[in-house]
């Protein structure tokens, strides 16, 4: 019997081919299978309405095929510069890499992002007030071969202590500084909270114990009251720094911060995981 051997393809464009038009086709299957990922939140079974926020977000991310080249580049801007998709996941160095070293050696860290809201946010203010909190997982190592399965426990837990309604808990920040020591349940004599008083400090705290199921110990607080008040309203008071007039930073500010998200910062791991994720930025264990 005798194999004919298919003929190549032609190694040519057809005569009527349109470079837009075929863009169109690889680029916007591409595209909007992040904007799904992005908004996966809104469920598989979403068909386009602008009902909600979030929704009418979606509408306007999801390239269609009778789309220009301006539309699909304000889709494509909206979704990776002002959403953020495009920094998705990075981490940002500023100087040598080389001299960065591992948190600690063996144990992950959880950390805990509050930031302001920004409706909140006056035109006064430079930046929205943020915060970080963390831990460490004391009785875990990052070579555990059950680490992965004990992070998604514990993002499950966050998603549980720290949300209410799919929306991050609450702390009004303030002067107030609210030091939990206890290093054996993995929090070092560094971990403060700036808190307007003591007991939405200890809330945090009980929050954070629960996450990795500790006791909390409230004889291990101690609290520091400067006699400088905090930042109240518009900084006014200013410096010059190689000649240029900068306002001075706010001292400890007033403001609310809203839990946004958490990580675990693993030894010998170069990006950080993500457990839960209220801004939708990230890919997190555990869905909100």
């Known amino acids: 019997m005798v194999i004919t051997p298919a003929q190549p393809p032609e190694d040519s464009l057809p005569d009527n081919f349109d470079p837009f038009e075929h863009l169109q086709k690889i680029y916007i299957p591409q595209h909007n299978a992040l904007v799904k990922q992005y908004f996966n939140d809104l469920g598989d079974d979403w068909k386009p309405n602008i009902a909600s926020p979030r929704s ?8 269609v095929d009778n789309d220009n080249q301006l539309m699909m580049n304000l889709r494509h801007h909206l979704l990776f510069d002002l959403l953020g998709y495009g920094r998705k ?22 950390v805990f992002y509050f930031s302001q809201d920004s409706h909140t946010v006056t035109a006064a203010q430079n930046r929205k007030a943020d915060a970080e909190y963390s ?8 070579t555990s071969t059950n680490l992965h399965s004990k992070l998604v426990e514990i993002a499950n837990e966050i998603k549980v202590q720290f949300l209410e309604a799919k929306k991050g808990i609450i702390l ?28 939405d400090a200890i809330d945090i705290y009980r929050r954070m114990c629960n996450v990795i199921d500790k006791p909390f110990d409230e004889t291990k607080i101690s609290v520091t009251n400067p006699k400088k008040s905090s930042t109240v309203g518009e900084v006014t008071e200013t410096q010059t720094i190689m000649g240029k007039i900068r306002k001075k930073r706010a001292y400890r500010r007033v403001a609310d911060v809203r839990f946004r998200y958490a990580y675990a910062l693993i030894p010998g791991e170069p990006q950080p995981v993500f457990l839960i994720d209220t801004t939708y930025r990230y890919t997190p264990l555990v869905k909100i």
């Open 135 to 142: 831990l460490r997982l004391m009785d875990l190592e990052n």
């Open 89 to 110: 996941n990075l981490i940002l160095y500023y100087g040598s890499q080389e001299s960065i070293d591992p948190p600690v050696e063996g144990c992950p860290k959880i």
């Open 56 to 63: 009418a977000l979606r509408v306007a991310c999801t390239m």
């Open 172 to 199: 009004t920040k303030g002067s107030l500084g609210i030091i939990y020591k206890n290093p054996k349940q993995g929090f070092s004599s560094g971990r403060k909270i700036l808190a307007t008083t003591e007991a």
